[in-house]
């Protein structure tokens, strides 16, 4: 099956990189949102972001232009329906994508697949929202999508091999690498970066270590890029409890519990890079 236009439901941080992915490997993309202001601000990320290139040497402005034309934004849901793909990557609140997710099923044509972004709602449980349980699928992009090589793909309880297989070739030609994945909270990643994370916080909070000492620790030891701690930062405290309750909800299993300095600071409001101070102070810089 051939995917030419895709339709994006959400225009912040990750839908209008899905539109600058799409757009630079050569697809249309309709971007669609509630509110005006996020559109305006996609559009300005986008041409921000393929400026950058076209100044590193990587794009030439023929392409760019090119890019930015195949981008259509748009308040209007009933747009999307020329789309042969629908990526939904509205805000995080199951209620809202239910809502969503039923309102672009009516009016999307009977083949088109829709797949959806989220980061751990169960996949099955939107695919229900729909008529078409056999064409929805997770997909999973990281932030920032356009420089983030890898998509998680979702399969729920019903997803068919021809919707896994339209949207994994999909993500490669975007220059994704796709990994299949079950339905399951946290999905792969986030299933073991989380808890990762989380067990360093305990590590801080049993006065193992410093937090820069067992940061150093892991980078060292095991050759990540930058500490967990400083990754928890870079994420914010904020989210990675609320991944930490939802695997904890999930498995019911008491290695998810969050750790009780991680509860602590996100109520003292200490939520990382965000918010000026986290593990480490930013406030300096
Ligand atoms: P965001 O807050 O930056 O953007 C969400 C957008 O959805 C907003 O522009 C909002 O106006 C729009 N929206 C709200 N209701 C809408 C509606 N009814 N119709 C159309 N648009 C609507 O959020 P984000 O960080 O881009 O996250 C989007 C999705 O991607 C979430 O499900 C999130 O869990 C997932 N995700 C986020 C990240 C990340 O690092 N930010 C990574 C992977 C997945």
């Known amino acids: 099956m051939g995917i030419e236009t895709i339709g994006i439901i959400g225009a912040g941080t990750m839908g209008s990189g899905i539109a600058q992915a799409c757009a630079v490997a050569g697809m249309n993309a309709v971007v669609q949102d509630v509110d005006e202001a996020a559109l305006a601000r996609a ?10 290139l076209v100044r590193k040497g990587t794009m030439t402005e023929t392409e760019q232009a090119g890019a930015l034309a195949r981008i259509r934004t748009t308040t209007r849901a009933e747009e999307l329906a020329a789309a042969s793909l629908i990526i939904e990557a509205a805000t995080e609140n199951e209620a809202l994508k239910v809502k969503i997710l039923r309102a672009v099923d009516a009016l999307a044509a009977p083949e088109t697949i829709i797949a959806t972004n989220t980061s751990s709602i169960s996949i099955t449980k939107l695919a229900a929202a729909t008529s078409r349980p056999d064409r929805f699928v997770g997909m999973h992009f990281f932030n920032p999508v356009p420089v983030m090589a890898l998509v998680e793909i979702i399969r729920g309880l019903r997803t068919s091999d021809a919707t896994v297989a339209a949207v994994t070739a999909l993500s490669e030609k975007l220059g994704k690498t796709p990994i ?4 399951s909270a946290g999905f792969v990643v986030n299933r073991i970066l989380c ?5 360093a916080i305990f590590a801080l909070q049993e006065g193992l270590a410093t937090a820069a ?3 150093a620790g892991m980078k060292l030891g095991c050759n990540h890029p930058i500490g967990p701690l400083a990754l928890c930062d870079l994420i914010g405290l904020d989210v990675e409890l609320a991944v930490m309750e939802v695997l904890y909800g999930n498995f019911n299993d008491s290695k998810y519990r969050p750790a009780p300095l991680l509860r602590e600071m996100v109520d003292a409001g200490q939520l990382g890079r965000k918010t000026g101070r986290g ?3 930013y406030a300096k810089k």
């Open 43 to 52: 559009t300005k990320s986008v041409s921000g972001s393929l400026e950058r």
């Open 180 to 183: 299949g994945v079950k339905n």
């Open 195 to 199: 808890p990762m994370i989380n067990e």
């Open 213 to 215: 000492e067992i940061d």
């Open 279 to 281: 593990f480490y102070d």
